[in-house]
């Protein structure tokens, strides 16, 4: 698959490798790659052959967060005719819904995101800021770089410190008060404290970044396609699940599930012949 601004591989053994590919910006989110977020999160949606996602940045930053220059200019009455026949979105008589159904559609990645079964790994270097740092938070496991830095850029620019899902991720990540204080400051948060107040799961040195996320891919890919889908699915109830006893009925089925699948006959053979099992890809 071909894309202005992202770019995908999808590896033989199942690992997909999405790389947010605008260097020379600092990968800002931009119209197009909206676009292309949502042409690749679809495809996911229904590609059973993609089983773990990696998520990174092209160049030194991960995400700098919204292109402002850009989204200066949907502000206004001055948008080019080329841009509106090319976005939907662009394409309407006035200012204000076209930053409605902007911001509705740039959301709607964060939703995919979690909605997609495939658990993403998210690889983060240097700057992770308002777009980019709600990416970050909605992947489902983050390692830094030493030098990651993290910022909810949206309250230091006149604009709500809750997009994206800010407001309901931060505060289930690390808690309510520390996520108040991040999200209503926006004051960076560098590696050292994400890894310490548990935002993110490892900091390595930036050059083993890369690799060590393709370890934990390798470590995932271990494990019964299906019951990894089921986890992340579970995980992602769990987030708003009224009672301990509607999880547990959930989590029943899922072992219900997974224990009638052939994936349970490799999964235990491998365990008594201590070897590492070897599961059909989908």
Do not use: W
Not at 88 to 102: D, S, V, W
Not at 250 to 258: F, K, V
Not at 274 to 281: E, G, I, S, T
């Amino acid at each position: 698959m071909k894309f202005e601004t992202i770019e995908f591989e999808l590896r033989e053994n199942g690992i997909g490798i999405l790389t947010l590919n605008r260097p020379e910006y600092f990968n800002a989110i931009s119209s197009q790659m909206v676009l292309d977020l949502h042409k690749i999160f679809n495809h996911l949606l229904i590609n059973l052959d993609c089983r773990v996602v990696i998520l990174k940045g092209s160049g030194k930053h991960f995400c700098a967060g919204l292109d402002l220059k850009e989204s200066g200019l949907l502000s206004t009455k001055k948008v080019p005719k080329e841009l509106k026949e090319k976005y939907f979105f662009l394409n309407t008589p006035e200012i204000l819904k076209t930053q409605i159904y902007f911001q509705e559609y740039l959301s709607q990645i964060i939703l995919k995101m979690r909605k997609i079964s495939q658990p993403i790994i998210a690889l983060i270097q240097g700057a992770a800021a308002g777009g980019g740092f709600a990416f970050a938070m909605a992947a489902d496991i983050r390692y830094a770089s030493k030098d990651a830095k993290f910022n909810n850029a949206f309250i230091k620019i006149g604009l709500s410190g809750s997009d994206v899902g800010t407001s309901y991720f931060l505060p289930r990540l690390i808690g309510l008060s520390r996520a108040a204080e991040i999200l209503t400051s926006g004051r960076f948060v560098d590696s050292i404290e994400a890894e310490r107040i548990g935002f993110v799961s490892k900091v390595v040195e930036n050059r083993e970044l890369f690799q060590k996320g393709l370890e934990l891919a390798d470590r995932l890919l271990l494990k019964s396609p299906l019951g990894l889908r089921l986890t992340k699915q579970a995980i992602n109830l769990s987030m708003d699940a009224p009672s301990l006893e509607l999880m547990t009925q959930l989590e029943n089925r899922n072992q219900d599930l997974t224990s009638t699948s052939k994936d349970i006959i490799e999964g235990i053979s491998s365990f008594f012949e201590k070897r590492d099992p070897n599961y059909p890809l989908k």
